[in-house]
Nanobody
Framework: QVRLVESGGGLVQPGGSLRLSCAAS????????MGWYRQAPGKQRELVAS??NYADSVKGRFTISRDNAKNTVYLQMNSLKPEDTAVYYC??????????????WGQGTQVTVSS
């Protein structure tokens, strides 16, 4: 089995910064992709950042990075706005050698931007 554990969420004032982390562990042979999604109340889950794409609303403010040695992906969020408030989810596409690749999700971490 595979686990994705997120950390780094919390309450921050507008204009502030947060850094989210997501560590993958378990039966992993290769991680193909890792990315971040978010879901605000009453809205659908949306892609925030992947290795090749950012949501238009976060371009220039958020940066995704990955440490392959640690099977960890990060999301540096700067100049946060109230509309960034959401539960942030980590996603990873993983292959364990014995079957097809599988998409895994973290449990989510709450980010609240408010004064």
């Amino acid at each position: 089995q595979v686990r994705l554990v997120e950390s780094g969420g919390g309450l921050v004032q507008p204009g502030g910064s947060l850094r989210l982390s997501c560590a993958a562990s378990g039966d992993i042979f290769r991680i193909n992709t890792m990315g971040w999604y978010r879901q605000a109340p009453g809205k659908q889950r949306e892609l925030v950042a992947s290795s090749t794409n950012y949501a238009d609303s976060v371009k220039g403010r958020f940066t995704i990075s990955r440490d392959n040695a640690k099977n960890t992906v990060y999301l540096q969020m700067n100049s946060l706005k109230p509309e960034d408030t959401a539960v942030y989810y980590c996603n990873a596409n993983i292959w364990n050698r014995f079957g097809p690749t599988v998409d895994y999700w973290g449990q989510g971490t709450q980010v609240t931007v408010s004064s």
